[in-house]
């Protein structure tokens, strides 16, 4: 139920849950604004020419692949504390959202450690270094920032959760939404890691 | 429904209705937002068009002296900044939200509180961007000289003075050094969000909130326009954020996107500026077609012609405005493929186009035409936007844009499509709508000597601009020479904007008269035949006191007339009883009615983003780091205080 | 009521606006794009004058129509009109004739843009350099470099080789071709070809900062036994100013001091000082009888404007590289003195 004016009855044209509605609509949003980084990141990432090191020359693909390993995982913990909530299930539905960020929290130190790994090489690579490493950094740190927000969502719905006694339709966060949020966030992460590190 | 019983300790207590002036900085009601962006978006109208009179007073004859070089380029960008951005934007935002609930059937838009966030991330991200007159460095490219041995520019030219697109490198931190260009990509940043989440409120709203039996194809155009806007601004402006965030990153963080010395890409910023650019300008036209859409048709006593060809063409247009982009770069260097190809995109943009004039044409013919005021003004988009398709239409002819571009010619264009469009298109909505927002009428009188100023003003100044174009005056040039011929018709221009602005002189005493001492318009003063007029004017703050139950196309019309054998409209018998039923229900609902609570938290957020912006630009000064880090804090607080408050604080019965 | 007024109004738009047309049409405009004198600029002539017909002609029947509309159609008190909706007929027409119109113009359009895209193969070689606020002329089959003053051979075509030192810049000489692009870090290619010989006027059309407006070009078309010979000097060292000669001399000659120590750090003068990336234009052949303007072709060549460009080029220029180098007068005068003697086509 959204926040409108209203008296007896509030519709919903279209059925869908208005929240969630809007999260859709904001999610298809930010598929541009991926996009747009993404191809920013292609562009530049094969021009010849340029100080090294180029960012495919520094990649340690294990490392990312458990990291991105662990964020794949917290969308299944994600997926568990939405089945929760519909059990009206309050400890397992906190436990799970906890579990969730905790995993966010450890993809973001392995971004972090991968990052200071950068600038601290031999020959480091900078957001200065050259436009690819630009590029790199933005798109990355971009996506890193959209998990921190993700966290904090999750966060505030277990101190909702604690301050009201129970997860409830009447505030204006929602599990749902902060779901949908989670997991465009993770499957960006695939696209990313499929086409920055995977593909040469 | 929502009711936790006991109220929320927030650190500040909840804010409750009606409370003086604290009400307009808490309210969540759209139609008071509404008029806050339209008063705002209306001042700054008037900034921006200061800024072309100071600019029009430089070109009048060759050889000007009023401005120095680095002033003009501060005059022109910043005309082109304020009217896109602070005025054409927002008094579109301000119609969308005064009318697009009306216009449904709805109380408010999907999204109070977020509604309110949009106002004051719209308004602090101007009052941001105008600061760099007081607080913005300009200096000379770097290894450059200023006159005088000055390392900066004058007041008047310290502010933001990259063009309106800010091509790079130019505007970048080697060429353009100093801060002005940081207020100007941080401050459009964030004008840009503010547009974004209204645009998920907007869809949301039209999706989610329209009345029982109100199907799409049931809506107004003004409403379909709005969907088609904000779906525009969806996928428009967060690559506009990227091509921001580049440049402020370029100018603050050293990356390397557009440095050109290091492996930069200069035209990869005109594809991105330009992906947004191109689809911002259909966001400029659409909504005044809407506007135009509505008023045609009641001044014609005829329904639309062609309600759904102008509907689905008004989405193609929105559609086809992603597929154009690289119209703005035939002279750049791209392949003569890419040339051909989006000459021809451009060349399909003209067909939805065409459709709705002649649509409009159809409405009017055979009608029975009153010369109101808004009328007028509509009349006036039809033509005059005509004038600016169709040498929109001459560029997309590549080699003769080859000529065209950056010239006189292409001012011309947008001028004619933008002020005889969109502008003439607002004014006919504040007349039009007047009634609605205050209960009175407008002076006709006051309103024709308007439009007829307004009109010829705008012919003399933009019309000799295609002459001046074609003869080789190029844009964005301080001052032209004798021998180039121009002086002539530039003192025409010159001489025409000052007409223009005292065509809105007049507007403003209108308004302000009018206000206070119009005729009062009761209900339904234009016998009119969408359901915003089957609510008492000025509009009650529950706007319908029943939530109305749509029947139709067109249905307050209906409910007045029935069409004889002949199709000619017929006055109902009982027409003056439903008129008088529908006031008395809109001005005493029947049953309670529960209006969202208003709130501190979208004021305090959009706040923080005047901190965050001081703070990225001054980040290596002692204090400029904390105040960012503090306006991140603020920011997250507020939203986090926002999402722990409940919808509405216990029971506000607006109607006992 | 408004009707009459209307009248009235519109006489008086006219009464003013044909006498402003009919002066302008008097002057001529150095830089009219709609006076080709060359063959592509023609060729784009051809093909949009046709089309600002169309479009005029489109105009009219608008604006001729709605005319009508609201004449006839005005409220007069008559009975109220049939609620028409719509009429898919005319829906599918006014769709229609447009896409067919539209298609009739693509394919010249087209064509157009392919035949002005490549430069013929037997096409003479110029390279264009952009810099803020000039335009920069190689001639890397004959060796020369110059400024300002882009001479060619009337009736031959020119290929345009351009990029920009610093930001984007547009070369645009209207009566020959439309503009291009100058874009740092990147090659763009413009045709240029003149008819005959003459002098035709240019500007640089990208907004590049606060000399924007200032920066100009010429592109001088002379027949072919005058252009070999301005070649041939053009590739000679300068003509510099030898011991012992009048006083005009004498003067010149201090300004070379002059120049040597102070103005060869920015700018090079071949037979006199070489340099990596020279910052200023070349001056080698600063006053040949074609280079006939400075300062980004912004200035006649003459001893007046000189004095005003070297007391301080800031002022004249806003942006400026080349600062105010506080010189005396006495200096300036000898450095217009030596300028104005590098002219190739003066006997020593």
């Known amino acids: ?200 | 429904m929502a009711n936790t019983g006991a109220p929320t300790s927030t650190i500040f207590r909840r804010p409750k209705q009606s409370s003086s002036w604290t009400d307009w900085l808490t309210t969540v009601d759209h139609k008071k937002i509404g008029i806050m962006y339209g008063y705002s978006a209306f001042f700054f109208f008037v900034l921006g068009g200061i800024e072309a009179l100071i600019l029009r007073l430089q070109l009048a004859g060759p050889d000007g002296s009023v401005l120095e070089a680095a002033e003009y380029n501060a005059m022109f960008t910043m005309h082109g900044t304020t009217m896109v951005f602070l005025f054409v934007m927002p008094i579109g935002a301000a119609f969308f939200n005064y009318m697009l609930p009306l216009l449904i059937g709805a109380r408010d838009v999907a999204f109070p509180r977020m509604n309110a966030l949009s106002f004051w991330i719209f308004i602090f991200g101007g009052i941001f961007l105008y600061s760099s007159f007081l607080f913005g460095t300009t200096g000379p490219p770097a290894g450059g000289n200023l006159p005088g041995g000055a390392t900066d520019a004058s007041w008047l030219g310290s502010t933001i003075n990259g063009g309106w697109f800010m091509y790079q490198p130019n505007a970048g931190p080697r060429f353009s050094t100093g801060t002005v260009l940081d207020y100007g990509s941080i401050g459009l940043q964030i004008l840009g969000l503010s547009s974004l989440i209204a645009s998920v409120n907007f869809i949301a709203t039209v999706f989610n909130m329209r009345a029982k039996g109100m199907k799409l194809l049931r809506m107004p155009v003004f409403a379909w326009m709005t969907t088609v806007v904000a779906f525009l601004l969806l996928f428009s402006l967060p690559i506009i954020a990227v091509a921001l965030f580049m440049v402020t990153f370029d100018r603050q963080l050293g990356t390397l996107f557009f440095d050109t010395f290091q492996g930069g890409d200069a035209i990869l910023w005109q594809h991105l500026f330009w992906l947004f650019g191109h689809p911002e300008v259909y966001i400029l036209i659409l909504p005044a077609m809407g506007i135009v859409s509505e008023v045609l048709p009641v001044f014609s006593r005829k329904p639309l012609f062609g309600y759904p060809a102008v509907v689905f063409a008004g989405a193609a247009i929105g559609f086809l405005g992603f597929g154009v982009w690289a119209h703005h770069m035939f002279s750049s260097g791209i392949t003569p493929v890419a040339q051909a190809a989006f000459g021809l995109a451009t060349m399909t943009i003209a067909v939805p186009t065409g459709i709705k004039i002649f649509n409009w044409l159809g409405t009017m013919w055979m009608g029975k035409i009153k010369f109101t005021t808004p009328m007028l003004f509509s009349l006036g988009f039809v033509a005059l936007f005509v004038v600016g398709g169709l040498s929109g239409v001459t560029h997309s002819i590549v080699p003769a844009d080859w000529q065209q571009t950056d010239t006189y010619y292409i001012v011309a264009h947008f001028h004619y499509v933008l002020f005889g469009g969109a502008i003439f298109g607002i004014f006919a909505g504040l007349y039009y709508w007047f009634p609605k927002l205050t209960g009175r009428m407008m002076s006709e009188k006051l309103g024709k000597v308007h439009f007829w100023l307004m009109f010829i003003g705008m012919n003399l100044t933009f019309g000799p601009m295609h002459w001046l174009g074609l003869q080789g005056m190029v844009r964005r040039t301080w001052k032209y020479p004798e021998e180039y011929n121009f002086g002539t018709w530039n003192m025409v221009v010159t001489v025409g904007a000052y007409i223009i602005a005292l065509s809105i002189a007049v507007f403003m005493v209108n308004w302000i008269k009018s206000k206070r001492k119009g005729v009062p318009s009761g209900m339904d003063p234009w016998d009119a035949r969408t359901i915003e007029w089957s609510i008492p004017n000025p509009t009650p703050e529950w706007n319908f006191g029943v939530n109305p139950e749509v029947q139709g196309l067109d249905d307050w019309w209906h409910r007045k007339y029935d069409d004889d054998e002949e199709g000619r409209p017929v006055r109902k018998a009982d027409a003056d009883a439903v008129i008088a039923q529908f006031h008395e229900q809109g001005v005493n609902p029947p049953a309670p009615i529960h209006l969202p609570s208003p709130s501190y938290f979208p004021f305090i957020a959009g706040l923080s983003f005047l901190a965050i912006g001081y703070g990225v630009i001054y980040h290596t000064r002692g204090w400029g780091l904390p105040l960012l880090i503090f306006g991140v804090v603020l920011l997250l607080s507020s939203l986090i205080g926002w999402s722990l408050e409940p919808i509405e604080e216990e029971h506000e019965e607006v109607h006992a | 009521m408004w009707f009459r007024s209307t009248r009235r109004a519109l006489r008086l738009a006219l009464i003013f606006v044909l006498p402003l047309t009919l002066a302008s049409c008097v002057g001529d405009a150095p830089l009219d794009s709609l006076d080709p004198q060359g063959p592509a600029a023609r060729q784009i002539d051809n093909l949009s004058t046709p089309v600002f017909w169309i479009a005029g002609v489109i105009m009219a029947i608008v604006w001729g129509g709605m005319a009508f509309a609201l004449v006839r159609y005005r409220d007069r008190g008559q009975a109220e009109p049939k609620q028409i909706h719509g009429n898919a007929k005319l829906e599918v027409l006014w769709t229609a004739i447009p896409i067919i119109l539209l298609a009739g113009l693509a394919v010249p359009t087209v064509q157009t843009i392919f035949d002005l895209t490549e430069c013929s193969t037997d096409a003479m070689e110029v390279d264009v350099i952009g810099h803020q606020w000039w335009f920069e002329y190689q001639y890397p089959e004959e060796g020369i470099t110059t400024a300002n003053v882009m001479v060619i051979p009337a009736g031959q075509e020119v290929c345009l080789n351009m990029t920009s030192d610093d930001v984007i810049h547009n070369f645009w000489v209207p009566k020959l071709n439309g503009k291009r692009y100058l874009v740092p870090g990147q090659q763009t290619t413009l045709i240029l070809e003149a008819d005959e010989p003459g002098e035709f006027w240019g500007q640089c059309g990208e907004f590049c900062g606060l000399s924007h407006a200032l920066m100009r070009a010429r592109v001088r078309a002379v027949d072919e036994a005058d252009y070999n010979a301005w070649v041939a000097r053009m590739q000679q060292p300068a003509r510099l100013p030898i011991d012992g000669k009048p006083t005009e001399e004498s003067l010149a000659e201090a300004g070379l001091d002059q120049f040597q120590g102070i103005c060869s750090t920015c700018h090079v003068i071949d037979g006199v000082n070489e340099l990596d990336n020279p910052v200023g234009p070349n001056l080698t052949h600063f006053a040949d009888p074609y280079r006939n303007v400075f300062a980004g072709a912004s200035l006649e060549t003459t001893a007046e404007h000189l004095a005003e460009w070297l007391a301080d080029p800031p002022t004249v220029k806003p942006g400026s590289f080349m600062p105010d180098l506080n010189l005396t007068t006495d200096e300036i005068d000898s450095l217009i003195a030596f300028l104005l003697s590098l002219d190739p086509t003066k006997e020593h």
């Open chain 1, 1 to 200: 139920m959204s926040d409108i004016a209203h008296d007896e009855q509030v519709h919903e044209t279209t059925g869908i849950e208005t929240r969630k509605l809007a999260m859709w609509i904001f999610l298809s949003s930010e598929f541009m604004f991926f996009g747009a980084l993404i191809s920013n990141y292609l562009l530049f990432k094969g021009r010849p020419g340029f100080p090294e090191p180029y960012p495919s020359e520094v990649f340690d693909i294990p490392f990312t692949s458990v990291s991105s390993f662990v964020l794949l995982m917290s969308s299944l913990t994600m997926v568990l504390a939405d089945h929760a909530l519909h059990k009206d299930d309050q400890r397992s539905t906190r436990t799970w959202l906890v579990a969730t960020a905790l995993l966010g929290m450890v993809f973001l130190a392995g971004q972090v450690f991968e990052f200071a790994g950068f600038v601290t090489e031999e020959v480091p690579m900078k957001l200065s270094t050259n436009p690819a490493a630009s590029a790199f950094f933005t798109l990355t740190g971009f996506h890193g920032m959209h998990v921190l927000v993700g966290v904090i969502m999750l966060l505030t719905l277990v101190g909702v959760s604690f301050r009201k006694g129970k997860l409830s339709t009447a505030t204006g966060l929602n599990l749902e939404s902060v779901a949908l949020y989670w997991h465009f966030v993770d499957i960006i992460w695939i696209v990313i890691f499929t086409i920055v590190y995977l593909i040469k």
